[in-house]
C-alpha cells in the first residue's frame, strides 16, 4: 500500500501507511496508552498480551497476508491511530473481515479516524479480493456511529451483551459496507 496523506482540521499532517515489524515497540505503547483512554475498546489497560517480538511477527503476517492490513497514523513521529483489517481465511470467507480501529484521546474530531477508513477501503477496492468491510461498535458510541453511517456502512444487527465493564453490559451494533455500493456512490 503506498503512503496516504491527509491535512487534518487545525493543518496538521496525518500520515497513514502499512505498520511494519519495526513498528512493533512504538504500537505496544501506543495500543497500552489507548487503552486507558477509552472505555470503547475491547481491551482496557494491561490487557493487550504480546511482547515486542511476537507483535513484530503478527505485523509480518498481516504484511504477507493478501486480505489483511494494519495500518498506523502518526503525526510527526507519533502513532495516534492504528487500524487493523482481517479477512476470513477460508475461500468462501476470504473477500470480507473486519476492522478494528482506535484514536488517541487528543486527536478525536480531526478527522484522523475518517482518514483511516478511506485508506483502508482504498486499499480493499485495489487488493481485488475484498468486496465487504464489518465492524462492531459499541451502540452508545454514537461518534463512531456517526462516522461509519457517512463512510457508507450501514446497521447489520445489534448484538446483546457483548461488553461488560464496571458491571454493566452494553450492546454493539454489527455494521457492514460493501465495497460494490461505495463504487456506486463514487460513480453518481
Not at 487534518?8 to 489507548?34: H, M, N
Not at 483489517?85 to 482506535?102: E, I, P, Y
Not at 458510541?141 to 462516522?147: D, M, Q
Not at 446497521?155 to 460493501?178: C, H, P, S
Request: net charge neutral; proline share 2%.
Amino acid at each position: 500500500m503506498e503512503t496516504y496523506c491527509r491535512e487534518l482540521k487545525g493543518g496538521r499532517q496525518l500520515i497513514v501507511r502499512e505498520a511494519a515489524p519495526e513498528d512493533a515497540r512504538a504500537l505496544l505503547a501506543y495500543i497500552e496508552t489507548v487503552s486507558g483512554e477509552s472505555n470503547f475498546l475491547t481491551f482496557g489497560p494491561g490487557e493487550f498480551e504480546l511482547d515486542e517480538t511476537q507483535e513484530a511477527n503478527v505485523l509480518q503476517r498481516f504484511r504477507e497476508t493478501p486480505n489483511q492490513i494494519y495500518l498506523i497514523g502518526k503525526i510527526g513521529v507519533d502513532i495516534v491511530s492504528s487500524l487493523s483489517f482481517s479477512g476470513g481465511k477460508r475461500a468462501r470467507t476470504r473477500h470480507c473481515g473486519a476492522v478494528g480501529l482506535s484514536v488517541r484521546q487528543a486527536y478525536w474530531g480531526l478527522g484522523v479516524g475518517s482518514a483511516m477508513l478511506d485508506a483502508l477501503i482504498a486499499w480493499a477496492q485495489n487488493t481485488g479480493l475484498v468486496t465487504k468491510i464489518d465492524l462492531q461498535v459499541r451502540t452508545d458510541n454514537h461518534r463512531a456511529i456517526a462516522l461509519y453511517l457517512r463512510k457508507g456502512f450501514s446497521v447489520e444487527g445489534t448484538l446483546r451483551k457483548t461488553i461488560a465493564l464496571g458491571g454493566r453490559y452494553f450492546d454493539t451494533y454489527y455494521m457492514g459496507l460493501d465495497l460494490e455500493d461505495v463504487a456506486d456512490l463514487n460513480q453518481r
